[in-house]
C-alpha cells in the first residue's frame, strides 16, 4: 500500500503542481504588478515543491503545515501585487524636453513638451473648468505657470481589478500574450475637468482642430488612452484635443430637487446631464483660447467613440453647442434615432434610478448625498450611464431636432464595426452560449413575441449555420450600427455632406470589435505595444484612415491625393468598407433595420 501511495504521489503531485503553477503565472501576468511579487511567487513555488517532497513521508501535521505556509505566503503576495497609481507622462518616451516658451492661455500660462522628433508640442493636464457635484461647471485660473507634461488624473469612476481587463484582451486577441510589465494606473479624483493639446510644431494660425471625446458607457474613460493620442494628428497639420467630463452618478445623476435649484442659483432648470454641460463648456473654452494656441475657432470637427459618439450626437442637437463646432465624426453610437437603445432615457426614468441611489446610501435630501464620500459613491450599484431630455442641453429628442432642421454640425463623418456587440452580448451569456434552442426566447425577450419571431424568421438561414454569431449580429444592428444608419440620413435629408464608413478590418487584437478602429483612424498602432497584433496591412491601412479623419478635419471632405475615393453617401445602401478592401460596399442590413424600425413604431418596451 505504501508503495502504492508513493507511486501516487510521484504521478500526482508534479501533474497537480504545474496546474497551480501555471495558473499562479498565468494570474501574474494579468494583475498588473510590480515584477518583483512575480518573482517572489516563483521562488515560493520552487521552495514549497522542494519543501513538500522533503516531508513526503512526514506526519499529516507536518504536511499540512507546508500547505498552509504556501496558502498564507501566496495569498499575501496576490494581495499586495496591484499596480501602483502614478502620473502618466504625455510623451512617449523618457525625459521628454520641454519647452522653452510658455503657452499663454486665458485662465494662465502651461509649459509643455516635445514629442520626441520635436514635431509637435503638448500641453496635457490643463484645467479647463471646476465643478461642484450636481452643479454647471464654472470658470478655472490659476497663478503659477503649469507643468503640461502629465495627463491629469481620470474622473471618478468604478475600477474594475485588472485580472478582469487582461481576461477581455484574451478574448479579443484569442489568445494569451504575456509580458509582465507593470501598468501603473492614473489617479482619480472628482473635479478633474482636463483637456490636453497637441499641436504641430511650427508657426501657425487657424489651424483646423480636432476635439475628442473618450467613451466608456458615461462611466468609464480617460482623456489619456493611446488609442486617441493626438500625436499623428498634430504631425499633420491639425491641432487635436482630447478632454475629460464628469462620468456616471457624477456626470449624469438627475433629480427634481437638483432641477429647482439650478433655477434659482443660474435660472438654468437643468438636472442629469452635467457631463454633457462640461462638454459644452469645454468647447466654450477652446473657442475662447483658439487663437493662443493657434487655432482656428471657425474650423472645429468634434469626434467621439461609443458613449464619445453619442455624445457628439447631443452636441449636434444642443442649441447651447450651435456655433461652438463645424463638423461632426460618430464611431459606434448615436442618439439619432426614433428610440435610442442605450446612452438615453427619460426624464422619469432617471428620477427612479435617483430615488433608488438615495435610498441605498440612507440620504433623505440631496444634501445627505452630497455629503457621501466620492469613493462610496461611484460604486454605487444604481448606474448612470444615459443622458436625458432636461430642457436646457437638450430641449428636443436628439431624431426629433433632425426632424426639425435644426442639427448643428454642416458635415457628418460616421460609422461603426462589424462586430460592435460581442464585447457586450458575450459577457451577458457567459456561462449561457446562444444556440439554436434558445436564440428565439431570447430575440422575444428584447423585441416581444411578434417581432422576436419576425427577425429570427429573418437570420434562420444564418441561425442554422452559427446562431451565436447570428445574434451576436442582430444586436450589432440594434445597438449600433441602425443608429448610425438613422443619423445619416437624417443628416443628408438636411443637406449635409455625409461619409459612412464600415470598419472590417481583422487582425490580432480587437479587430472589427467595439473600439478596434480608433487606434487606425488616429495613427495610434505603434503606441498599442502588441507587434503581433498587427502587419503591413494594418500599417496601410492606418495610414488610409488616419488621412481621411485628417482631411475631414480640415476641409469637411475625407479625400485627398493618393488615397482612394470616398464617394459621399446618398442613401442607395452603399458604405464605405475601410479594411482589407476600401470602397463602397452594399448595406446589408436594410431587412433588418425595417423590423427593427417596426419594433420601435410598435411602442413595445420589453426590456
Request: with cysteine.
Amino acid at each position: 500500500m505504501k508503495k502504492k501511495n508513493h507511486l501516487l504521489f510521484w504521478i500526482l503531485f508534479p501533474i497537480g503542481w504545474t496546474i497551480i503553477s501555471l495558473l499562479l503565472i498565468f494570474y501574474y501576468d494579468l494583475a498588473n504588478g510590480p515584477i518583483i511579487f512575480f518573482i517572489l511567487e516563483l521562488i515560493l513555488l520552487v521552495v514549497f515543491f522542494a519543501l513538500r517532497v522533503l516531508v513526503r513521508n512526514r506526519r499529516a501535521l507536518t504536511r499540512l503545515a507546508v500547505w498552509v505556509g504556501f496558502i498564507t505566503l501566496t495569498t499575501v503576495l496576490i494581495l499586495s501585487n496591484n499596480p501602483s497609481i502614478a502620473k502618466k507622462s504625455a510623451a512617449y518616451y523618457s525625459k521628454p524636453e520641454k519647452i522653452n516658451e510658455v503657452l499663454s492661455l486665458n485662465e494662465g500660462k502651461v509649459q509643455g513638451i516635445y514629442n520626441k522628433d520635436k514635431t509637435v508640442q503638448i500641453y496635457a493636464g490643463i484645467p479647463y473648468a471646476q465643478a461642484e457635484r450636481w452643479k454647471e461647471p464654472k470658470a478655472y485660473t490659476w497663478e503659477n505657470t503649469l507643468d503640461g507634461s502629465y495627463f491629469g488624473p481620470r474622473m471618478m469612476q468604478p475600477v474594475n481589478h485588472p485580472v478582469i481587463g487582461g481576461l477581455v484582451d484574451i478574448y479579443s486577441e484569442k489568445g494569451w500574450h504575456p509580458n509582465y510589465q507593470m501598468k501603473p494606473q492614473q489617479d482619480m479624483k472628482e473635479n478633474s475637468l482636463y483637456l490636453n493639446i497637441w499641436k504641430p510644431n511650427i508657426e501657425a494660425t487657424n489651424l483646423p482642430i480636432l476635439v475628442y471625446i473618450h467613451g466608456g458607457s458615461l462611466t468609464t474613460g480617460s482623456s489619456a488612452y493611446e488609442d486617441y493620442n493626438g500625436e499623428s494628428m498634430a504631425k499633420h497639420g491639425v491641432i487635436m484635443i482630447t478632454i475629460q467630463y464628469r462620468l456616471g452618478v457624477f456626470g449624469y445623476f438627475a433629480h427634481p430637487d437638483l432641477k429647482n435649484e439650478a433655477q434659482n442659483e443660474t435660472g438654468h432648470a437643468t438636472t442629469g446631464n452635467y457631463g454633457l454641460l462640461d462638454q459644452i463648456f469645454a468647447l466654450n473654452w477652446i473657442n475662447n483660447n483658439a487663437a493662443n494656441f493657434g487655432g482656428d475657432k471657425n474650423n472645429i470637427t468634434i469626434a467621439g467613440e461609443s458613449a464619445g459618439s453619442s455624445s457628439v450626437s447631443a452636441l449636434c442637437t444642443s442649441p447651447l453647442a450651435k456655433g461652438l463646432f463645424k463638423r461632426a465624426i460618430g464611431e459606434s453610437s448615436s442618439l439619432v434615432i426614433k428610440r435610442a437603445p442605450h446612452t438615453y432615457r427619460t426624464e422619469e426614468a432617471a428620477y427612479k434610478v435617483s430615488e433608488k441611489i438615495l435610498k441605498e446610501f440612507n440620504c433623505k435630501t440631496i444634501d445627505d448625498l452630497r455629503k457621501v464620500k466620492a469613493n462610496r459613491l461611484v460604486n454605487t450599484k444604481n448606474k448612470n450611464q444615459e443622458m436625458m431630455l432636461d430642457g436646457y442641453a437638450l430641449t428636443k429628442d436628439p431624431y426629433q431636432v433632425y426632424l426639425d432642421h435644426e442639427n448643428n454640425e454642416e458635415a457628418l463623418l460616421n460609422g461603426y464595426n462589424v462586430k460592435e456587440a460581442d464585447a457586450f452580448v458575450v459577457p451577458t451569456y457567459l456561462f449561457s452560449p446562444t444556440n439554436k434552442n434558445n436564440i428565439l426566447e431570447r430575440l422575444q425577450k428584447v423585441f416581444g413575441e411578434e417581432h422576436g419571431k419576425k427577425i429570427h424568421d429573418l437570420y434562420l438561414p444564418k441561425i442554422n449555420e452559427n446562431a451565436f454569431e447570428a445574434f451576436n449580429e442582430i444586436f450589432s444592428v440594434y445597438w449600433f450600427i441602425m443608429p448610425h444608419h438613422t443619423w445619416s440620413n437624417a443628416a443628408l435629408n438636411n443637406g449635409l455632406d455625409v461619409y459612412r464608413y464600415q470598419f472590417t478590418k481583422e487582425n490580432g487584437f480587437h479587430a472589427t470589435y467595439h473600439s478596434g478602429e480608433m487606434a487606425y483612424c488616429y495613427g495610434n498602432l505603434e503606441r498599442q505595444n502588441k507587434p503581433y497584433a498587427y502587419n503591413d496591412s494594418d500599417y496601410k491601412l492606418q495610414d488610409i484612415m488616419l488621412n481621411y479623419w485628417v482631411n475631414f478635419a480640415k476641409n469637411g471632405n475625407p479625400n485627398g491625393n493618393g488615397l482612394p475615393e470616398w464617394k459621399k453617401y446618398e442613401s442607395n445602401g452603399k458604405v464605405m468598407e475601410l479594411g482589407t478592401n476600401i470602397g463602397l460596399i452594399d448595406d446589408h442590413y436594410l431587412e433588418l433595420y425595417s423590423l427593427i424600425n417596426d419594433f420601435i413604431d410598435s411602442g413595445v418596451t420589453v426590456s
